[in-house]
């Protein structure tokens, strides 16, 4: 699999295009924050966004949308159903609020949030409504274990378009990537630079061999690995840096190094900890 420009896409088990590459933007605040880092992120080639409901920015998102004057057809839009909207009803709700927020007729990717305790069920029947009337593009989740996919696959005939979890090198989640892989789910990650937390000896020496940054490093391991990347940044020239990562490639050894050094350390909650 060759992956060597912005544009480039993994096609979903619904046939639809996701770029590799996306931008997050949790904590990222509402209004000229927001617009700002979009905007940038526009500019440079990005063309896939990462919300959430729950991170309180689809307005800024989608003013940003409204002005960049990229046809709509070549962004690829993901918002989030928070936890505390789980449920029939309730997610249709909230979807709807998302959507208006974001001022868009459809959304190309709604992920359930995270999958909380009991209602993750019920609230996937609801997201197989909204696909089927076509206001969503591809329906996933988030931050579902392997025991949550199993449990969704015996109650619905809709495998997720895509599983969005904490995924770096300090957390490779190999198990989880190659039942995703078996399964036609593809595997995005969300904190893919550890939150900024990159100052670790063994991602400097590959990056100084390559004349590459470590953020780079890291990004260019994850799409080697076919896994979707949005990292966060507020700044214009990391927005950029973390794009460049289409001119060079990890040799074998180098991936080998970076997958050994898994610790199964989380920056974020454990999903079956996380149970609002
Ligand atoms: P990231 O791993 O993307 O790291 C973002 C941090 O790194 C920010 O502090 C940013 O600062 C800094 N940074 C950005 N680029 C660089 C660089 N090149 N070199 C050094 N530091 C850099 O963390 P996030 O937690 O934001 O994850 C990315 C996205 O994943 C989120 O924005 C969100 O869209 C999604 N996400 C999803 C979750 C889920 O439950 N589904 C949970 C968490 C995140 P600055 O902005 O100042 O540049």
């Known amino acids: 699999m060759k992956i060597e420009h912005i544009t480039d896409y993994t096609v979903l088990n619904n046939g639809v295009r996701m770029p590799w590459l996306g931008l997050g933007v949790f904590q990222v605040e509402d209004g000229q924050e927001v617009i700002q880092s979009v905007r940038h992120a526009l500019e440079v080639g990005y063309r896939s966004i990462d919300t959430a409901a729950g991170y309180r920015n689809e307005t800024g998102v989608g003013a940003a949308i409204k002005e960049c004057g990229i046809p709509r057809e070549e962004l690829f839009i993901t918002t989030k159903l928070a936890n505390s909207d789980q449920g029939y009803e309730s997610t249709l709700r909230a979807f709807e609020e998302s959507r208006r927020k974001l001022d868009l007729d459809y959304i190309d990717l709604y992920l359930i949030h995270w999958p909380g305790k009991d209602k993750y069920k019920e609230t996937w029947k609801a997201f197989e409504k909204l696909h089927k009337e076509g206001y969503i593009r591809a329906i996933g989740v988030s931050n579902f274990k392997i025991h949550h996919l199993e449990s969704l696959k015996q109650e619905s005939n809709t495998i997720p378009a895509v599983n969005q979890v904490e995924y770096h090198p300090l957390l490779n989640q190999k198990e989880l990537l190659q039942y995703c892989k078996a399964e036609g789910i593809q595997l995005e990650a969300w ?6 937390n990159l100052d670790l000896p063994q991602i400097t020496e590959i990056a100084n061999k390559y004349g590459k940054t470590p953020a780079q490093i890291v990004l260019r391991w994850d799409l080697q690995h076919g896994v ?18 289409f001119d060079f490639a990890l040799s074998e050894e180098d991936m080998n190094a970076i997958d050994s050094m898994n610790k199964d350390y989380r920056f974020g909650p454990d999903p079956d900890e996380l149970l609002f």
């Open 191 to 196: 904190s893919p630079i550890m939150k900024g």
């Open 228 to 245: 979707v990347t949005i990292p966060k940044s507020v700044r214009k020239e990391r927005i950029l840096e973390n794009a460049n990562i």
